[in-house]
T-cell receptor, first 111, second 117 residues
Framework: QKEVEQDPGPLSVPEGAIVSLNCTYSNSAFQYFMWYRQYSRKGPELLMYTYSSGNKEDGRFTAQVDKSSKYISLFIRDSQPSDSATYLCAARNSGNTPLVFGKGTRLSVIA | GAVVSQHPSRVICKSGTSVKIECRSLDFQATTMFWYRQFPKQSLMLMATSNEGSKATYEQGVEKDKFLINHASLTLSTLTVTSAHPEDSSFYIC?????????????FGQGTRLTVV
């Protein structure tokens, strides 16, 4: 079983919709949780960064971590065509350890 | 936010030659850098972790003699693909992390698309 599981999609939504992206993980030692956005042929861009459980909001983006169920979520409100990209969840232990990535979910927001 | 610059963004080389990819942290000191490989529509595959001034730690299945990593300074790490072959064609991405251990984020370079012909 991969440590971080993510449905690769693709996911297609109309402009203005609320998008829900999710990941599950198996390693209970994970403490840091990230969401990255990657456009085609570009490096990933950090969107959200959460330590332990809880919610974090930044503009149209909300990240949620539920450590009891090992569930990571990213919500995008009022989705825009420019949000069309691949979204990668990632997690890691404390200390200077590498990130473990999900497969990424391809999102298309249709105008 | 922190900026990581990766160069070149795209390179085409002949089979058998070597290619060097640079990864620079522009506004912070990167004590640790990570090198990834990404195939089309796939996630990032960690190749190696390098800490400044020490030998890189390679992931299982990654040939250290083929993918040479040097992290000689706190702002620069290089990946050299030696004796490149067409199967080495891929998208290579670096990330850099610095600052307090346990409370840091990894920022990524723009990626290098390597094509070996």
């Amino acid at each position: 079983q991969k440590e971080v599981e993510q449905d690769p999609g693709p996911l297609s939504v109309p402009e203005g919709a609320i998008v829900s992206l999710n990941c599950t993980y198996s390693n209970s030692a994970f403490q840091y949780f990230m969401w990255y956005r990657q456009y085609s042929r570009k490096g990933p861009e950090l969107l959200m960064y959460t330590y332990s459980s809880g919610n974090k909001e930044d503009g149209r983006f909300t990240a949620q971590v539920d450590k009891s169920s090992k569930y990571i979520s990213l919500f995008i409100r009022d989705s825009q065509p420019s949000d069309s990209a691949t979204y990668l969840c990632a997690a890691r232990n404390s200390g200077n350890t590498p990130l473990v990535f999900g497969k990424g979910t391809r999102l298309s927001v249709i105008a | 936010g922190a900026v990581v610059s990766q160069h070149p963004s795209r390179v085409i080389c002949k089979s058998g030659t070597s290619v060097k990819i640079e990864c620079r942290s522009l506004d912070f000191q990167a004590t640790t850098m990570f090198w990834y490989r990404q195939f089309p529509k796939q996630s990032l595959m960690l190749m190696a972790t390098s800490n400044e001034g020490s030998k890189a730690t390679y992931e299982q299945g990654v040939e250290k003699d083929k993918f040479l990593i040097n992290h000689a300074s706190l702002t620069l790490s290089t990946l050299t693909v030696t004796s490149a072959h067409p199967e080495d064609s891929s998208f290579y991405i670096c990330s850099a992390r610095g600052g307090q251990v346990g409370n840091t984020e990894a920022f990524f370079g723009q990626g290098t698309r390597l094509t070996v012909v």
